[in-house]
């Protein structure tokens, strides 16, 4: 069974920083490209960032950039975002999603509050 479970959400002040975590199981997450996805309220789901399945490369949003990095462990079939110097607006459901040979696969959603 094909699972990703994200963590590491949670209220943080502006300025602040969160790491999210994403652990996958049931697929080969080494071959999959990764991504975090995010929506705030009232509005679309949007992409954050993505990774390369050997991580070699990454492409963040302009909206993030500077702010965030994602990352992954192969061995241990995790993937990361550290968001750092936090804005209200970073207020937003973010979701791990892995693509590959087997299609999409999307995480649960974890809860980012940015907010003093």
């Known amino acids: 069974e094909v699972q990703l479970v994200e963590s590491g959400g949670g209220l943080v002040q502006p300025g602040g920083s969160l790491r999210l975590s994403c652990s996958t199981s049931?697929?080969?997450?080494?071959?999959?490209?990764a991504s975090w996805y995010r929506r705030a309220p009232g509005k679309e789901r949007d992409l954050v960032a993505s990774i390369s399945p050997g991580g070699t490369g990454t492409d963040i949003a302009d909206s993030v950039k500077g702010r965030f990095a994602i990352s992954r462990d192969n061995g241990q079939n995790i993937l990361y975002l550290q968001m750092n110097n936090l804005k209200p607006e970073d207020t937003a459901v973010y979701y791990c999603?892995?693509?590959?040979?087997?299609?999409?696969?999307w995480g649960q959603g974890t809860q980012v509050t940015v907010s003093s």
């Open positions: 049931g697929f080969t997450f080494s071959r999959y490209f």
């Open positions: 999603q892995c693509s590959g040979t087997t299609g999409d696969h």
